[in-house]
Structure formats: C-alpha cells, structure tokens
C-alpha cells in the first residue's frame, strides 16, 4: 500500500485514515481507509468469500454464536444509511461513509444501535451481529465500496483471500496506533531510525528506500487516537528547503519524502508541543 492517510475532520462528512495520494486535507477518491475487522480486539472470525456473491466482492462473516455479537466501525466515518429490508436482501443494515469515496456496509443485523448523521469512531459499536433479511443462518455480511462499487476487502493491510474462507483476528480497537511507519511510507521502505516523543505522546520515524534512494519521514501519534490533534512530519535535505506536513490529524502526519542518496538529511516532527528535530545525518 503506497499511503495510509488520516484526516481529521468528524463532522458531517467524516474523513479517515486512509491510503492517500496527496498530503492536503481531504483523501483522495482512489484512497482507501485502513479497514479493520468489524468485530472487538481478540475476536478471530471466518472471512468467507465465495462466486455468485451477490455483491461478489462482500465478505460473510462467520462464526459459531455470532448472533448478537456486537459489530464494530470497520473505520470512523459518517452513519449514512440505517435500514430494514424486513425479511429480504440485507435485513436490518448499516451504511458507513469513510471520506474520499469509500463507504462500508454491515447487514443482516439483529440490532441497530446508531443514527443517520452520526460520527462514528474507528471501533465504535453500531450493532449486533444477526439473521435478518435473507439469509440461511447467522452472520455478518461486509462491503468495502468505492463511488458505489464492491471491492475486493483488505482487513488491517491484508487482502482478503478470494475465493475460500480465511480466519482473521481482530486488532480493532485493542489499544496503540493501528498503523506503522512501514505502512505510512509505503512498499520498499525500512526504518533506519526513530525517536520517542517526550510524555510518550508518539514517536518520528525515519524511512529508506535503498531502491529509490527516497528517504521518508512520518509520525505516529500515541494519544488521542482516531481524535484530531496537532501532529507534524518534516524532511531536509541538506542544501535543499525542508518540507514539512503538520495539521490536526487522527493518527499521524506524513508520509514526507525526497529522494538523498548520498546527502544528509535532517528530520523529525512534534505530537503536541513535543518536538523532535535531528542534526543532519544518514549522509549516504
């Protein structure tokens, strides 16, 4: 995944963490959040796949004594749709609205527990697992939609197998950053170093791509996670003006990157008003 971006804004139209191609303010339509098991932090599910899905790109979640299974955010985002199709078609189900054109669908649900317009968390409980609608036996049907369309799922960076049936464990809301700096700065990238931000409020992370020869630069925050809250990310290269990304963000600032194969850079960021800033080094 080239970029995971996080925005900050939970209001009417929610944006999240997602995999960017910019660094302005709002992701861009081929972005995509980093979608998490919708079940609590440990739970590990059966993500059945199969042809003649209907949408062949969902994803039924299965598991013995699903029924009333509390079912969670799979990303923050905007409630959109709240509904009941009774005894056909989805059943009781629910619509999230992730920013940048991506949105998640949860159905055949027992109980709905949110609101259209509501600002949902990454993690917050929207409903309980069912049988509604229909369906031959419990579960949790799932959809990862870009403008309008199914597409194939990735739960926390891992694709989804299609076709077959692959258990997953849930890091949904078990506490710490979900994202890493490897994830952040993309494919080809590797930490070269780090530094812990004072009141353990984050860490600034230095990346190499030994292939490009890009350095890159992100924060990860380890406070008010998925809240937006001051955070930045900056690159120098030596010789050159130093690029920095800071904004109120929910997880982290960056990606920052410039290509140095043999110059020194000069790095570092802040969460809150605690700040890092390296001499220049890493000259190659």
């Known amino acids: 995944m080239s970029r995971l971006r996080r925005l900050a804004v939970f209001a009417a139209a929610a944006v999240l963490p997602a995999l960017g191609l910019t660094l302005a303010g709002q992701a861009t339509a081929s972005a995509a959040p980093n979608f998490q098991v919708p079940f609590k932090c440990g739970t ?10 209907s949408p062949e790109y969902s994803v039924d979640f299965q598991k013995s004594g699903i029924t009333g299974m509390p079912v969670l955010a799979a990303a923050s985002g905007t409630v959109t749709r709240v509904a009941d199709e009774g005894s056909t078609s989805y059943g009781k189900w629910i619509e999230l609205d992730h920013g940048g054109g991506w949105r998640t669908r949860y159905a055949h649900l027992s109980a709905q527990e949110v609101s259209v317009g509501q600002s949902v968390a990454l993690g917050r409980e929207i409903g309980k697992a069912g049988a509604t609608g229909g369906v ?24 989804v197998p299609y076709y077959g049936h692959t258990d997953f464990t849930s890091k949904n809301s078990c506490g710490g950053n979900p ?10 990238f590797s930490v070269v170093d780090q530094q ?6 984050g860490t600034t992370y230095l990346l190499y791509n030994s292939s490009t020869k890009a350095n890159c630069v992100t924060t990860l925050k380890a406070t008010s996670l998925g809240t937006a809250s001051p955070v930045s990310a900056f690159l120098e290269v030596q010789g050159a003006a130093r690029t920095t990304d800071s904004g109120s963000f929910t997880y982290y600032a960056g990606p920052v990157k410039k290509t140095a194969a043999a110059t020194c ?14 001499p ?3 000259c190659g």
């Open 136 to 159: 031959t036996g419990p579960h949790l049907h799932f959809e990862e939609r870009l403008n309008s369309v199914v597409q194939k799922a990735t739960l926390n960076g891992v694709a």
């Open 265 to 278: 850079v000069k790095w570092g960021g802040s969460v809150g008003s605690n700040t890092y800033e390296s």
């Open 44 to 53: 590990t599910v059966t993500a059945a796949t199969f042809s003649g899905h």
């Open 196 to 201: 812990a931000l004072a009141g353990s409020s």
């Open 179 to 188: 994202y890493s700096a490897e994830e952040v700065c993309g494919s080809g």
């Open 280 to 282: 220049f080094e890493h």
